[in-house]
């Protein structure tokens, strides 16, 4: 913890220099968190932080490369001595169009590098920190794409990456359950942004989910599958 910056509750979200990661961020903030945007880009990560309100700060974070997670999580421990909530956000290849049938193994590996592995270093690196304070936060951005009572033909990459984050939130919620951690994975729903396209509803509704699940109670529900506070079928 620095002197210069006395610390409440810190948040970090990965793949946060835009959409619903930074949005989350902003909303985050407004709740007096102190915010850490991951970012590939820290150019990129400083204009967004820029662009909020609150205590925000950048840290590099790309989870698609193997120890960034790790350095990550020792700088927030250098810096700010802990953190209380992570949000998996980062995420890529909403692959329309692609059949898995006909798959493209450069996508498909893409998708789960960062999908999947991606998160999945995040949440091992920074576990022993949400644990330590005994009331952390783990948010899995997910997709109702992933569920497998609805899933259908079309984006495979991303669909059954989705799936398997969603695997990884009930494993994680369980080994976690006893470290006052409580792990959900959320849906923020067709959302207008890069990702999504336009025709999606505003993106602060589609964060307020994720903020939802960032701040839930000691008594909140841990491993759970969520849009805008309702249950979703896995």
Same mark, same amino acid.
């Given at each position: ?10 948040? =970090? ?47 590099? =974070? ?20 802990? =953190?209380?909530? =992570? ?6 290849h909403y692959d329309t169009g692609s059949r898995a049938s006909r798959p493209d193994w450069t996508v498909i590996r893409e998708a789960f590098e960062?999908?999947?592995?991606g998160a999945w270093r995040a949440g091992a690196a920074f576990a022993p920190l949400l644990g330590a304070g005994g009331h952390g936060r783990l ?20 669909s059954t990456s989705k799936a398997t984050l969603n695997a990884l939130t009930r494993v994680l919620a369980a080994e976690l359950r006893g470290s ?55």
């Amino acid at each position: 913890m620095t002197d210069e910056h006395p610390v409440d509750k810190v948040a =970090l979200a990965t793949g946060a220099n835009r959409g619903i990661g930074q949005e989350t961020g902003r909303q985050l903030a407004k709740l007096g968190f102190t915010v850490l945007l991951g970012v590939r880009d820290i150019a990129k990560g400083e204009a967004a932080a820029k662009a909020l309100d609150g205590h925000v700060e950048v840290i590099a =974070l790309d989870v698609a490369a193997p120890d960034a997670a790790q350095t990550a999580a020792e700088e927030v421990q250098r810096r700010f001595g802990r =953190l209380d909530v =992570l949000i998996n956000n980062a995420a890529i290849h909403y692959d329309t169009g692609s059949r898995a049938s006909r798959p493209d193994w450069t996508v498909i590996r893409e998708a789960f590098e960062t999908n999947v592995f991606g998160a999945w270093r995040a949440g091992a690196a920074f576990a022993p920190l949400l644990g330590a304070g005994g009331h952390g936060r783990l948010v899995n951005v997910s997709s109702e794409g992933g569920s497998l009572a609805s899933m259908g033909a079309g984006t495979p990459a991303y669909s059954t990456s989705k799936a398997t984050l969603n695997a990884l939130t009930r494993v994680l919620a369980a080994e976690l359950r006893g470290s006052g951690v409580l792990v959900n994975a959320v849906c923020p729903g067709w959302v207008a942004t890069d990702m999504g396209g336009p025709g999606g509803r505003p993106v602060a509704q589609g964060a307020a989910g994720i903020v939802r699940a960032a701040t839930l109670p000691d008594d909140g529900p841990t491993g759970g599958f969520f849009r805008d506070g309702r249950r979703l079928p896995w």
